[in-house]
């Protein structure tokens, strides 16, 4: 079930892969966590496995480092970036879920949503310096 959820991750085309590697990667990312607070109560299974392993979150992991390598990153350096980037994702997205009925926390879903995305760019520029 955890792997089937990031089925619903749109992927770059090859196009964008060569054109806009880093808004690719970005794209993916911004993706991936809005499909786990689509699905909030599997966000603690994410952690506990820390990620999914399956199909679909291979095929991630293929797309991603295609990407990561078109900006230049060998494989050691592409796997670690990736590795961070769903950590933060994750993370984020841990933070953010509220289930059903939760209540609607301290920090709004606006700000922590632009938070992610601040962390988000802030990771990508680090890893292409």
Do not use: C
């Amino acid at each position: 079930m955890l792997d089937d959820v990031l089925g619903g991750v749109a992927l770059p085309t090859e196009e964008d892969l060569r054109r806009d590697p880093w808004g690719a990667v970005r794209a993916i990312m911004l993706d991936s966590y809005d499909v786990l607070l689509a699905h909030p109560g599997l966000v603690p299974a994410y952690l506990d496995r820390q990620g999914a392993r399956g199909v679909q979150a291979q095929r991630l992991g293929v797309v991603t480092m295609r990407a990561l390598g078109n900006v230049g990153l060998d494989e050691v350096a592409a796997r670690e970036a990736m590795r961070v980037l769903i950590v933060n994702t994750v993370g984020f997205a841990a933070f953010s879920a509220r289930p059903e009925g939760a209540d609607a926390g301290v920090i709004g879903a606006d700000e922590l949503r632009r938070n992610f995305e601040k962390s988000l760019d802030w990771l990508l520029a680090g890893i292409g310096s």
